[in-house]
């Protein structure tokens, strides 16, 4: 597309991050889960794999799923600051996926996280992924945090004792609608970073080029009987 | 001489997150399930009585009541309806006091339905709720917790037997290669121990929940029900039903003492041993005789522990021989056919009626395929209350 001189007023600034060196994981069904950041041109099966839980109100996916939807369109066409995609991949195909974004160099605003295969703490393992770039590679101090569904507070609030400055409100107000905000700080995350956060690295050449191309799941445990 | 009780028809939910619906109606679904599988649903006002076994809809759902709201879902009035609680073994306690009705000549048929909804709570509240069935003053005031005391049972049984924690997570992929092919199991997953145990991430994929204790060593918090239609077999009513009938062959109970720090020796479970015992004398069989059995692996280490006090091992030695395979569906006395508390889940109140409902599966030779006991004859169940200290069994037998 042509970078003119409205789309550069449309664009925000943007500043360069640290690239989040992938990983793999062993599941505990012993499959292979390679974290790594997600690239641009990857955006059709990112938006492929997220559609068609936007009609599932259980759990909240679909507010989940718009939302999330919305955040890889607005990374993919440059509406959104510093924002970056982490995916999970099994032999390529999507397990789960996380959205962020680096606001500066003491802060971090996290999206959404979102699980496609249940059971396997997919999603609690992308979730800590999502911490380690924050805070481990991109050195911010602490990332705001909100839940949308009453098993994101579970996972993330309750299990990481989460420190909740809601009355701090309006000074402290995620991006996400001012609903009540929590944070990790750089001390809880010293405390809980062995035990919620895995991974071996470097990641072995054959397993990188297992999620070299991302394929959208063609099953998804939320919709029974989905067909693609 | 006291009529034969059989079982003519069960039902199951999947178990995992039910905590969008209503307890009741988890309920209603399960014993209508129980029903239509007996051909019994158009006659149901004619079930003589009902137990429902729940353990805590009070503190979990902010409900009671919940057998007369279950017999309304299901219009099913006037028919008599009762609340079954003794903890996580409400669900026997209640299959006991159905077996108690019919043979005493008090019922012909009557309808057994457990469940319960754990999930509308965060796991730690779960966690704290369950607890209360602990003695208030010397344990649950103190912080002890059901994981807590798992955790303290597994650390004693290893110093004392040599069982290691990758022995538990035997156990897990046992349960969870039964489980994973369990239309209602709650995690219908398998899991390899070179990921759960051996591998590098190992700690944080299976990580430490009381240790020793992990979390592929600890049930999950699910929601679910399940129901049995128990009918005299001996009545002329026993020719209603679509189904042949499973005979309960043995139900009995025990206690020990409610305060675990009061035993002499806390590993030894007495209630169990002789919850055991009573019913394979009701049933005039010994351990030998039993083909398969489900037992109240809320912890993997309860597995291991139950299956000495029921005789089916010497104690210290029952994980030498899941080490062998001896306890997986193809060894000789296969456990948790299920997946078990930890892979089927464990709707507390529900638990005991599910194990029933499992062991009449495996019986009736209606268990998924490869997962069925090859040609079965008796199955012993055995749920477990609080820490050990109000424990039912039950044997069914092939008829």
Redesign the interface.
């Known amino acids: 597309m042509a970078i003119d001189d409205m789309e550069k007023k449309l664009r925000p600034p943007e500043i360069v991050l640290k690239p989040y060196p992938p990983k793999v994981i062993t599941l505990a069904s012993g499959e292979k889960m390679v974290v790594r950041e997600a690239k641009r041109e990857e955006v059709g099966a990112l938006l492929g794999t997220v559609y068609p839980l936007i009609g599932v109100p259980s759990d909240y996916y679909d507010i989940v799923a718009v939302r999330m939807y919305s955040e890889i369109l607005g990374w993919y066409r440059y509406r959104v600051a510093n924002e970056f995609v982490l995916v999970g991949a099994i032999n390529g195909v999507i397990a789960g996926i996380v959205t962020s974004r680096h606001v500066h160099a003491g802060l971090g605003m996290s999206l959404h996280t979102m699980t496609i295969k249940r059971g396997l703490r997919v999603g609690a393992q992308l979730f800590a992924a999502k911490m380690e770039h924050h805070i481990d590679i991109l050195g911010e101090d602490e990332v705001w945090i909100v839940a949308e569904s009453p098993n994101g507070f579970k996972r993330w609030m309750i299990e990481y004792q989460l420190e909740d400055r809601s009355s701090q409100f309006p000074e402290v107000r995620h991006e996400l609608g001012g609903v009540p905000t929590f944070v990790l700080t750089r001390k809880l995350w010293n405390a809980v970073r062995d035990i919620k956060c895995t991974g071996t690295r470097p990641v072995s050449d054959a397993d990188l080029k297992s999620a070299e191309k991302l394929i959208m799941p063609t099953e998804y445990p939320q919709l029974p009987g989905f067909k693609r | 001489m006291a009529p034969r009780v059989g079982i003519v028809g069960i039902g199951h939910t999947r178990f995992g997150?039910s905590?969008?619906y209503d307890l009741a109606d988890v309920l209603a679904y399960a014993a209508t399930d129980a029903l239509q599988d007996a051909g019994f649903l158009e006659h149901r006002k004619e079930v003589d009585q009902v137990f429902v076994a729940n353990m805590a809809s009070g503190l979990f759902c902010h409900q009671s009541a919940v057998a007369s709201s279950m017999v309304s879902r299901l219009d099913m009035e006037p028919v008599p309806a009762e609340l079954v609680e003794n903890g996580p073994a409400s669900g026997a306690s209640a299959v006991k006091l159905g077996y108690m009705a019919v043979a005493s000549g008090l019922a012909d048929v009557v309808l057994v339905v457990g469940g319960e909804i754990m999930r509308k709570v965060?796991?730690?509240n779960a966690t704290d709720i369950v607890s209360t069935m602990l003695d208030t003053e010397t344990e649950y005031n103190m912080g002890l917790t059901l994981p807590g005391f798992g955790g303290m049972f597994t650390r004693l049984y290893m110093e004392k037997y040599g069982l290691t924690e990758r022995d538990l997570a035997l156990l897990a992929v046992k349960n969870h290669d039964n489980g994973a092919k369990n239309k209602y199991a709650h995690?219908?997953?398998?899991?390899?121990i070179?990921?759960?145990a051996d591998?590098?991430?190992a700690?944080?994929?299976?990580?430490?929940i009381a240790e020793p204790l992990r979390m592929?060593s600890t049930c999950p918090v699910s929601d679910g029900a399940a129901a049995l239609l128990l009918v005299n077999m001996d009545s002329p009513k026993a020719k209603l039903f679509a189904r042949k009938p499973v005979r309960i062959a043995g139900v009995a109970s025990a206690t020990d003492t409610h305060c675990v720090h009061n035993r002499a020796d806390p590993l030894q479970l007495n209630a169990v041993r002789i919850a055991g015992e009573k019913a394979y004398k009701m049933a005039g069989l010994t351990p030998k005789d039993i083909s398969f059995a489900e037992l109240h692996d809320a912890f993997s280490i309860l597995e291991l522990a139950i299956s000495e006090e029921v005789g089916f091992f010497e104690r210290g030695k029952s994980y030498l021989a899941v080490r062998k395979g001896e306890t997986a569906i193809d060894g000789r006395l296969p456990i948790n056919t299920s997946g078990g508390l930890k892979s089927k889940g464990h709707p507390v109140g529900g638990t005991g009626v599910s194990q029933v409902v499992e062991l009449v599966r495996q019986l009736r030779g209606e268990a998924e395929p490869g997962r069925q006991v090859k040609d079965p004859k008796y199955g012993l169940s055995v749920n477990f209350g609080g820490f050990g200290n109000n424990v039912v069994a039950v044997i069914c037998a092939k008829e």
């Open positions: 997150n905590s969008e965060s796991g730690w995690i219908q997953a398998p899991c390899k070179e990921a759960i591998g590098p991430e700690d944080v994929v299976n990580n430490y592929y």
